[in-house]
């Protein structure tokens, strides 16, 4: 792929966040997006399949951009507790600066039905977010830093407990994001501890 190629699907994949995030879903058409990035809709079916592929390109842009921002942070823990207060805080942190994204991923995993065979938008990414969740939680018990409880329990709760912030904005934009992080933060470091 092209620089020139690149260019575009960032412009393209944008302006879907922009139209998804401010509109909805039902407004995101490929005629809205394409109006948005200022390109007709054969541009955008130039680059895309379609609507769908379109939309699994922003959920996989976004997920790889939260994940590139808040990995090094997790890692870079002196402990596993510490690890997970930041898992907390980085998660909230990043949809704290990146509203827009989080408001049009809502939209996308609130609206989007797969076809037949296809799997769900978020589907692979949610797995491997609590499976990894699910393992730093295992490896703190191990260590003894963390009590006697299902990792994969607590991780299912504190995902649902950080995705249910999609909702949230969209309900209070001006919801205070690392307020609600500090306080999660301090719930299940509390809960957790040994």
Not at 91 to 119: H, Q, V, Y
């Amino acid at each position: 792929m092209t620089f020139i190629e690149q260019a575009r699907r960032r412009q393209i994949v944008d302006a879907a966040v922009d139209v998804l995030a401010r509109d909805g879903y039902g407004a995101a058409s490929l005629a809205a997006i394409a109006g948005d990035a200022g390109v007709s809709k054969g541009v955008i079916l130039y680059h895309f399949a379609g609507k769908d592929d379109l939309l699994r390109a922003v959920v996989a842009d976004v997920l790889e951009e939260a994940t590139t921002e808040m990995r090094p942070r997790v890692q870079a823990a002196a402990s596993f507790a510490a690890a997970l207060g930041e898992y907390i805080t980085s998660n909230l942190d990043f949809i704290a600066s990146r509203r827009r994204k989080i408001l049009a991923l809502t939209e996308i995993f609130n609206n989007m039905r797969p076809g037949p065979g296809e799997p769900v938008p978020y589907g692979e990414g949610h797995r491997a977010a609590v499976a990894s969740l699910t393992d730093l939680l295992a490896a703190g018990q191990r260590a003894g830093e963390f009590g006697a409880f299902s990792a994969g329990y607590a991780a299912v709760a504190l995902r649902a407990a950080i995705d249910a912030v999609g909702d949230l904005l969209r309900a209070d934009p001006d919801m205070d994001t690392r307020e609600y992080g500090a306080q999660l933060a301090a719930l299940f470091g509390k809960a957790v501890a040994a």
